[in-house]
């Protein structure tokens, strides 16, 4: 597996790069949603419909949290974009033997309460219009093996052009207590009527 390579100059580099393009792109970017820090190891699932996501949740990590960046993406687009690794990407080969190594390393990231991981449970890009996200079995893992707290936070995004034409993000955030659930199906059900929400919420 590819391992992320966070560097001091590597972070500041794609921190400025990240605000900087964010901002050129969308007309705004609001924030939706009442979520604290709780000292804990943040795991934060989001769903994933376009070029932008890690972007996004990089600037909101840097925002609300601040913690070291972690992201894990599909193997064969990171060594597209090795570059990536600096900004704490690490990589995941779908049905391999080796997919057990990239989620222990997962799990040892959601050790330390100085980072954040950030996961994209659909597995791949959907369409934002996609009403009902299917998680894939990497998040039961993480969820079943770990050995400390950590802090579940939803991350969901939506985007909107009007009569513009660049478009308005807002980031709907929400913080979702594990206690003793680690059931897959029950955060994927909690995950979608989040979703369905920040839907409803933007229309309005």
Not at 90 to 118: C, G, H, M, P, W
Not at 177 to 187: H, N
């Given at each position: 597996?590819?391992?992320?390579?966070?560097?001091?100059?590597?972070?500041?580099?794609?921190?400025?790069?990240?605000?900087?393009?964010?901002?050129?792109?969308?007309?705004?970017?609001?924030?939706?949603?009442?979520?604290?820090?709780?000292?804990?190891?943040?795991?934060?699932?989001a769903?994933?419909?376009?070029w932008?996501?890690?972007?996004?949740?990089?600037?909101?990590?840097?925002?609300?949290?601040?913690?070291?960046?972690?992201?894990?993406?599909?193997?064969?687009?990171?060594?597209?974009?090795?570059?990536?690794?600096?900004?704490?990407?690490?990589?995941?080969?779908?049905?391999?033997?080796?997919?057990?190594?990239?989620?222990?390393?997962?799990?040892?990231?959601?050790?330390?309460?100085?980072?954040?991981?950030?996961?994209?449970?659909?597995?791949?890009?959907?369409?934002?219009?996609?009403s009902?996200?299917?998680?894939?079995?990497?998040?039961?893992?993480?969820?079943?093996?770990?050995?400390?707290?950590?802090?579940?936070?939803?991350?969901?995004?939506?985007?909107?052009?009007?009569?513009?034409?660049?478009?308005g993000?807002?980031?709907?955030?929400?913080?979702?207590?594990?206690?003793?659930?680690?059931?897959?199906?029950?955060?994927?059900?909690?995950?979608?009527?989040?979703?369905?929400?920040?839907?409803?919420?933007?229309?309005?």
């Open positions: 597996m590819i391992k992320a390579n966070h560097t001091f100059w590597g972070g500041l580099f794609f921190r400025y790069y990240t605000a900087v393009r964010l901002r050129r792109h969308f007309r705004f970017i609001r924030f939706e949603g009442d979520v604290k820090d709780n000292g804990l190891p943040i795991l934060m699932i769903n994933h419909f376009s932008w996501d890690g972007f996004i949740q990089l600037y909101t990590n840097e925002r609300f949290f601040k913690r070291r960046f972690f992201v894990m993406m599909l193997e064969q687009q990171l060594k597209k974009h090795p570059i990536l690794t600096y900004a704490g990407a690490f990589s995941i080969r779908k049905n391999a033997r080796d997919v057990i190594e990239s989620l222990d390393y997962a799990l040892k990231v959601l050790t330390s309460n100085q980072q954040l991981l950030l996961l994209f449970p659909q597995g791949e890009i959907k369409s934002l219009y996609t009902d996200i299917r998680f894939e079995r990497g998040l039961e893992y993480l969820l079943g093996k770990r050995m400390n707290e950590i802090q579940l936070v939803f991350n969901v995004n939506l985007i909107d052009y009007f009569s513009d034409n660049k478009p993000l807002t980031v709907y955030l929400k913080e979702f207590p594990l206690r003793d659930i680690t059931s897959l199906e029950r955060i994927e059900d909690e995950f979608n009527l989040f979703a369905a929400a920040c839907k409803l919420k933007q229309r309005e």
